[in-house]
T-cell receptor, first 118, second 111 residues
Framework: EAGVAQSPRYKIIEKRQSVAFWCNPISGHATLYWYQQILGQGPKLLIQFQNNGVVDDSQLPKDRFSAERLKGVDSTLKIQPAKLEDSAVYLC????????????????FGPGTRLTVL | KNQVEQSPQSLIILEGKNCTLQCNYTVSPFSNLRWYKQDTGRGPVSLTIMTFSENTKSNGRYTATLDADTKQSSLHITASQLSDSASYICVVSLGGNKLVFGAGTILRVKS
């Protein structure tokens, strides 16, 4: 079974530029998550999708961050314009469902995109 | 406030030695507790998942314990290997797939 795919793996941009990340979850997984992991910290949830609908985006800085999952499969996360403090690893994860049993909601993570904002 | 605290922040041990990582949490409601291993440049990978009623779970050389009364968990690694060098993250689930992550313990195994 293929895992969660993310691209690009690394991105360096200057502040005020725009950037987009792409995620392809495990086939059949209805729930998709984007996390921000700042160096030395645990991941912080930015947004959670159930199919193509948003379940939780309470910690997404909506003035500059946006995400979509139009067909309920892959997803893109965009930052526009980027700030220095956005430098982090952006992790995408997916789970079979957003609730139910432990196996249903176990999250599988992609390798992440490391963003450096100069 | 829901929090997960891990200790130590980092640890260096010799190959073949055992070690124990600690996790204290103040999370409510509690659904389950997970330990993840995150290799450098990779996403976290689940090692163990424990519900409220479980107090120990093993995965090869990894053994996790849970004390729901004191809200503490530990991850014991037996006979460490160089490949165990990674960050180990304690994660508590509130249910509904809401997770609270610890900052992780960085383990380095030296030969």
């Amino acid at each position: 079974e293929a895992g969660v795919a993310q691209s690009p793996r690394y991105k360096i941009i200057e502040k005020r530029q725009s950037v987009a990340f792409w995620c392809n979850p495990i086939s059949g997984h209805a729930t998709l998550y984007w996390y921000q992991q700042i160096l030395g910290q645990g991941p912080k949830l930015l947004i959670q999708f159930q199919n193509n609908g948003v379940v939780d985006d309470s910690q997404l800085p909506k003035d500059r961050f946006s995400a979509e999952r139009l067909k309920g499969v892959d997803s893109t996360l965009k930052i526009q314009p980027a700030k220095l403090e956005d430098s982090a690893v952006y992790l995408c994860a997916s789970s079979l469902r957003g609730g139910g049993t432990e196996l249903d909601n176990e999250q599988f993570f992609g390798p992440g995109t490391r963003l450096t904002v100069l | 406030k829901n929090q997960v605290e891990q200790s130590p922040q980092s640890l260096i041990i010799l190959e073949g030695k055992n070690c124990t990582l600690q996790c204290n949490y103040t999370v409510s409601p509690f659904s389950n507790l997970r330990w993840y291993k995150q290799d450098t440049g990779r996403g976290p990978v689940s090692l163990t998942i424990m519900t409220f009623s479980e107090n120990t779970k093993s995965n090869g050389r990894y053994t996790a314990t849970l004390d729901a009364d004191t809200k503490q968990s530990s991850l014991h690694i037996t006979a460490s290997q160089l490949s165990d060098s990674a960050s180990y993250i304690c994660v508590v689930s509130l249910g509904g797939n809401k997770l609270v992550f610890g900052a992780g313990t960085i383990l380095r195994v030296k030969s």
